[in-house]
């Protein structure tokens, strides 16, 4: 399991107050806590963080504090709180670890291939879990679980129970929850998806041929003073009546 390093220094201020200074001088407020050790506050440059999370890109990750005694302590992201409206980091759990000791962590889902079922059958993928709780030691966690969907057909459902196991890892989620299923599009789509080329036939074939009561143009009506496609003004065609209108009554 690869190691990422993420610089730290102990915060002794706490309280909005030192928080917003700590956040106008580019660092984020955070907490470290373990069953061995007391909660330490610590602060952590902000640039910095923002690279790690780039290079951890949602995966589960082992993460080493350096601190500028020379100190280390290994741990992992419990939690990440970010403002609503600025979207900038407001603060950071961190979860120290052992390596001898089992830890839990929830880990990301990686779906693979592509379903049988929205290939062939024209159905639809859906995640309905999106990370799972596994317990394992540092050295067996898995940057992601892997979930091979390739004969996932419509109508079927891969559960917890059906995932592929990982050696030193431990599913701690309900074996029947589901993880990824196939389903059948929207009724409506269906029916689009028959309709639209029987549209398009009957247009193609009768795309000339008048609506049903328009056969004969009534004397007045507009269709019957239209005149015909590319006719020029005083053409005769420009000035014929519809077929079945009456002459206009001599004055």
Do not use: W
Not at 36 to 41: D, V
Not at 123 to 142: F, Q, W, Y
Not at 192 to 209: L, M, R, S
């Amino acid at each position: 399991m690869k190691k990422y390093q993420l610089t730290v220094t102990n915060r002794e201020g706490t309280g909005r107050s030192a928080s917003r200074r700590l956040r106008k001088a580019e660092k984020i407020p955070a907490i470290l806590y373990g069953k061995h050790t007391k909660p330490e506050n610590l602060a952590v440059n902000a640039p910095e963080f923002i690279k790690l999370l780039k290079e951890i890109s949602g995966r589960a990750a082992l993460i080493e504090l350096k601190r500028d005694a020379g100190a280390t302590a290994l741990s992992f992201l419990q939690e990440i709180q970010r403002d609503p409206i600025t979207d900038k980091y407001l603060h950071l759990d961190l979860q120290e670890v052992k390596e001898n000791e089992k830890m839990i962590i929830n880990v990301a889902i990686l779906i693979i291939g592509e379903a049988y079922g929205v290939k062939t059958e024209g159905g639809i993928l859906e995640t309905a879990t999106h990370r799972l709780r596994v317990r394992c030691l540092p050295k067996d966690l898995p940057s992601v679980v892997e979930v091979n969907v390739s004969e996932l057909k419509v109508g079927e459902t891969i559960h917890v129970s059906e995932l592929k196991p990982i050696a030193g890892v431990e599913y701690l989620d309900d074996k029947n929850q589901t993880v990824v299923l196939c389903v059948e599009p929207p009724a409506e789509e269906v029916a689009a998806v028959v309709a639209t080329p029987a549209a398009g036939a009957a247009a193609a074939d009768g795309a000339a041929a008048p609506a049903a009561g328009d056969a004969a143009a009534k004397p007045g009506d507009a269709k019957a003073a239209a005149p015909a496609a590319g006719a020029k003004p005083g053409d005769a065609k420009a000035a014929a009546p519809a077929a079945g209108a009456k002459p206009a009554a001599k004055k």
